[in-house]
Structure formats: C-alpha cells, structure tokens
DNA sequence: TTGTAAGCGTTATCAA
DNA sequence: TTGATAACGCTTACAA
C-alpha cells in the first residue's frame, strides 16, 4: 500500500510538497502539482486515515448508532441519513451499541446520530461537546450540544384513541413498551387523556407492558385471554408488538376487528400489509433531517434545539367503522 | 479529553507503563497495575483508536457494506453478523458503498464483509490482502483472500419450479434481478432446466429483467396484463418483486393464485405475512457465518474457500394445490 | 519493574 | 515555490 513518501519519491519532491498538493494548499508550482496528482493515482495512493485523523483531530465521518434489528423502518431511517450524507463530504459509519462509545470519539467521528435504547443519557453527556455535536432521535435531553428529533407522538395518538371512542369503544387494553422510553410515556398519556376526557375509566390491570418486540405483544394478548375479560379494543405502543397481538388472537379464534379492535403504532411495511391501523412516522425524512442537522452543527451552524416531527393516523380494517 | 499523558501524570509513573498496562504486558508490578486502571476510569481514559491504529497498523474492527434499504433482511444479516462479533474482541463497523473503499484500509479495519451490488470485483481484487481479507456474499469470485459464502439457489429453485409443473402449470413468466447477478443466474438456470426436462417451452418474451426492488414487479406484471397473454405462473427472483407484481394484478382485478400463482424467494417478514410461496433464506444465520468466517480468517486460521448455504422451499397461498 | 526514545503517516510551521 | 522538522497519541524495543 502506497504511502506519501512513496508518491514523494516518485515525484522527486519531499513529502510535504505532496501533501500541500492534496490538502488545496495553493503554495505549489502547476506543473508539480498535476504531475503529483497523477502520480497519486498511479499508485492509487489514498490517504492513511489514523494518521490524518491523529494529526488532524477530526474525521468528517458522522455516525449512526442503532441496536435493534426488529423494526425494519431502521433501514428508512438509514437510507434517509445516507442520502443526506452522500451530498456531502462526509461519510457514514453506522455501528452497534458495543462500539459506540468506541467510535464516538473526536479522532474516529466528527458527531453521532443515536436511536438506540441502550446507549445511556450519561454517555451522551459526557461525549457531547463543542466539537462534537450528538443528534438523538426520540429522546428529549438537555444539553447546549445536543439536538433532540422526535416524533409528535401525542396529537396523532389522541386523535387515534378519539377515534376509536367515535366507533363506540369503550373497554380499553394497553400495550406499552418499556416505561422510560418517550414514545411509550408520550403515547400512553394521549390515551389516558382521551379515556378521561371523555369519562372512560381504565382499569390499570388492562395496561401491560412490552418490549416492543413482536413476541412481547403475542404474549400481552395471550394473558389479556386468559384472565378472561377481553377488551373492545387493544391499543399498542407500535406495529410489531401489535401484529404478535393479532397473531395470539387469531390463533384463538378471535376475529379482528369484529371481536376486537387493534391498532399500532409505526407503519410499518407489515403493518401496511396486514391492514393494521396505526400511525405513519416519515422515517426516511427523520433520518435525512437528523443528518442534516448533525453535519450543520458540526459545520458550526447553530440551530434549533428541538425538533418535532409530525404523524399521521392511518385508520385500516383492524377497526371496525362502526362497532 | 485524557491522553496517556494524563494518566501517567496522575499515577506518577511513565506513560510506557500506562501503555504496558492497558495492552496486558505483565512487567508491571501488581500495585501499579491496579493504581494505573483505576486512574484511567477516573479519568474515563480510552486510548486513541487513530494513535493506537497508527502504530499498531490494525484495528480489530471489521466492516460490513451494504447499500440496498428496501430489502429488510438486511437487518437479519446484521442481527447474525453483530452477535458473532459481540463475542469476540472485535468491533464492527457498517457502511455503504460510498465511504468503503476508504474504509476498507487497514488503519481503519482489519477486514471486510460486503452484500452489495455496487461494489465492483476489481475493488475487492485490489483490496483483499495477506492481512486484510474479505468475506462476499452472493457472488463467487476466485481469490485467495477473499472467501465467498453464496446460498444454494439452484436445488430449492428447481424444487419450487417443478412443484409448479407437478401441481399443473405449464405457461410461465419470469421476472428476475439484474442479469449479471449471481442470484439471478442461478435461479433462472434452475427454472430453464425445469422447464427442459419437462418438456415445456419458455418465449423468451416472457422474461423480464428488473432491480430487486417492489416496483419493478409491479411494472413487470404490468406489461404481462398489457402484453395480452397472462403467464399462469408467475416465477420471481426474489420476493420485493413477486410482492410488486401481485400489487399490480390484483389492481387489475386478476386474482392470486386463482388466475395466476405467483412465487418469491427470501422469504421476508411481508412473504410470511402475505401468504407468498418462496424460498426461505437462513439471513441470521449466514451473517453470523461470515463474521465467524471473516474473523476466523484474521486470526490467521485457514478456513474453505466456498460455503453455500441451504435454502428452504415454503409452500403457502399464492400457488394453488392443484391447478 | 520502570523509563527512554524511536517511529507509525500525516499536517503545519517556518526557514530556505 | 519548496523542504526540513516538530507534533499528534500510541506501542515497543531496549536501556536503566
């Protein structure tokens, strides 16, 4: 593998002529330079980036870091970020829980972009500095150098629990995710909201709460089953705990919707499939915004702290019009 | 940011030691030893991956290109390869076709596992070396650094395809992937002989050539509807596209499988959900094969140059019993 | 058992 | 317009 001093030689020049000529430094003679320049294609020399990063201190790679392999609209969310990214000079890396914090350090990446349950607020405030600007969707923190992206979860939730009471609901069951998470909390409190307003009472023995994984919602209506009392219609945090809902049902002989209604919470492409209601989050654009957002800070733009995206509901034949 | 400097300031000793602490030399005594780590979460010191990678030449982290987001077993080969590398002492990094030959050096990775039809052989010829080898997936190519894991496509396919011929079809389609693509070749090969041995002609008009992607099944059904002749099953090269197609057909008021079966292959979360006869591809399973592989390969052992993967035939609504 | 010093590939400063 | 040299943070002989 071809070094600069390798290209140095092969020009009859000293390395540091050479690296002039590949950073635009315009101290060097026309002719030197594109004699340098082919001769780094000759050689197809590129750069040692641990060298150039050691030196430098920054990397222009943002990264993505995500953990969870379940909910298919990571890849929106990723094509969204790469997309943005590729008009720029930036690269992206994308990378696990494991090595996040590995990655997350001035002289591997530039900034971070995180949606991931397990990376942990105090790693996020300790990393997150002037120089290296964190964007976390879904979560609300406070930090002068960290953007929050997160979905408007309560008005469109409020208006799907609405509409639900509109059709005659009036039981009501539950499926959160884990209680820290915003999404859940945000989400929940529309529905309690609705239910109170309009002088519904919920039993809190109706509330169960999963791991938004499919199983965990196959599991929450397996045991809303078996303690005999079913409710009218099931509520669930997102898609997939919703779908393993349905699938406990139906392998129970209950119809959805005449028996009971459901509904999600993503739109996924599943959800689309099987007809689920739910609410539709523009994940491609989240991804491409929280990119853009992240490059602009690092580029020294400031900009706004916090940004709420909107959703839409999406009623499908997992309710009835009118029960 | 503390540097090795720090630390060494701090514990009072030299930083070779702090060196020789962290990278387990044992000509430490006992009680610097535990003095020196204790300091370095203290002082929450990580060794700078650019420094460390400059002078080591490695890196311990391997990297995975892909840049296809509409086919969701993506995260599955992700979910397998992630579990492999968390055992081990390895990091892995993620990244599309933009930034990988950059990454691909050996200060920044210490090999690669690539699934993406952007990636051309002559790069990965150039690339694969002594100390950096490369795991392909899907595609066979003949290096002595670079192993190939490839799913058997052609005896599932020939199972499928003649499972078609025994329930009663006779006129086909094809709708397959970009012809120089080794799934595409393999599977089509397999349907060619099937019809051979069957003695069933196949007009070539009733090929069509599209990208893997859900809206070229859909056009490709398209032009069959307009084509006049309908095929009475419809054989596709993987499932985004058979998806595609029977959106389009049954806009049309053509219903599946009654007017026309419609087959997949990969088996993805929506082909379950749809009902789609495919192909099931064991995704978790071949990332995790490839990260073992990869690693394997770094570590010095030696391991075959070609594995392919067993692929499963799955029978479900949109073929009929019996035609 | 610990410290000194060289060197990894690059960029930046300053002198030629 | 060019080149010598120091510095980035680390590992590793080798010397103490």
Redesign the pocket.
């Known amino acids: 593998?071809a070094?600069?001093?390798?290209?140095?030689k092969a020009a009859?020049?000293?390395?540091?002529?050479?690296?002039?000529v590949?950073?635009g430094?315009?101290?060097?003679?026309?002719?030197?330079?594109s004699r340098i320049l082919k001769i780094c294609e000759e050689l197809e020399?590129?750069?040692?980036?641990?060298?150039?990063g050691?030196?430098?201190?920054n990397s222009n790679i943002i990264l993505f870091n995500f953990s969870d392999f379940d909910r298919t609209f990571y890849l929106k969310i990723i094509n969204g970020i790469n997309d943005y990214v590729n008009r720029t000079e930036f690269d992206l890396m994308i990378c696990t829980i494991k090595s996040c914090e590995k990655f997350m350090r001035n002289?591997m990446t530039s900034g971070c972009i995180t949606l991931d349950m397990g990376m942990k607020n105090e790693v996020l405030f300790k990393t997150a500095k002037e120089n290296y600007p964190i964007v976390v969707l879904d979560r609300v923190v406070e930090n002068p150098f960290i953007k929050c992206i997160v979905v408007n979860n309560y008005d469109p939730m409020k208006e799907l629990v609405q509409g639900l009471v509109d059709r005659g609901y009036r039981k009501f069951g539950f499926i959160g995710g884990p209680e820290q998470t915003n999404d859940t909390q945000e989400r929940y409190q529309a529905f309690l909201d609705v239910l109170v307003e309009n002088h519904i009472y919920f039993p809190s023995k109706n509330y169960f709460s999963g791991d938004y994984r499919e199983k965990s919602g196959f599991t929450a209506a397996t045991i809303f089953m078996l303690s005999g009392e079913l409710p009218e219609a099931l509520v669930c945090v997102n898609d997939n705990m919703a779908l393993g809902a349905i699938k406990a049902l139906s392998q129970n002989g209950i119809r959805v919707p005449e028996d009971i209604a459901v509904t999600g919470f993503d739109n996924s492409d599943l959800a689309e499939a099987m007809g689920l209601t739910t609410v539709d989050i523009p994940n491609y654009e989240r991804g491409y915004l929280a990119a853009q957002y992240l490059i602009e800070n690092i580029m020294g733009k400031r900009n706004v702290d916090l940004f709420k995206i909107s959703a839409q509901v999406r009623w499908r034949e997992t309710v009835s019009s009118k029960k």
């Open positions: 593998m070094g600069i001093k390798d290209v140095a009859g020049v000293s390395f540091s002529t050479v690296s002039n590949l950073n430094k315009k101290n060097v003679g026309e002719e030197t330079r020399y590129y750069p040692n980036a641990a060298g150039r050691l030196k430098r201190g002289n």
